[in-house]
């Protein structure tokens, strides 16, 4: 099993930066992946950005590409999204999901373990 914990989510206005954290616990990560999805009111669960945690490679959705950025750091087993030049579209309740396989895998079912998620709001 793995836990995770998100963190760093808040109100924010367009044009600035957030950096959201990701802290997994239970075991390594090591030979999983870990993505970001984001859920607006509304709206289905949409992929964001996932990286493999083995050798830091990473893949971004069209809509956040240039903008966020999805890091890890292994002796932390935590992940981040740096998240510049917000949007008021990017506003949603985001979370950080764990893959048990090396893919990088932009559906939400293909994930197995969920944080609770986190608010990020943008003003326009």
């Known amino acids: 099993q793995v836990q995770l914990v998100e963190s760093g989510g808040g109100l924010v206005q367009a044009g600035g930066s957030l950096r959201l954290s990701c802290e997994a616990s239970?075991?390594?990560?090591?030979?999983?992946?870990m993505g970001w999805f984001r859920q607006a009111p509304g709206k289905e669960r949409e992929f964001v950005a996932v990286?493999?945690?083995?050798?830091?490679?990473?893949y971004y959705a069209d809509s956040v590409k240039g903008r966020f950025t999805i890091s890890r750091d292994m002796s932390r087993n935590t992940g981040y999204l740096e998240m510049n030049s917000l949007k008021p579209e990017d506003t949603a309740v985001y979370y950080c999901?764990?893959?048990?396989?090396?893919?990088?895998?932009?559906?939400?079912?293909?994930?197995?373990?969920w944080g609770q998620g986190t608010q990020v709001t943008v003003s326009s």
């Open positions: 999901a764990v893959d048990r396989h090396t893919g990088l895998s932009l559906g939400a079912r293909e994930y197995d373990f």
């Open positions: 239970g075991r390594t990560l090591i030979w999983y992946t």
């Open positions: 990286i493999r945690w083995s050798t830091g490679t990473t």
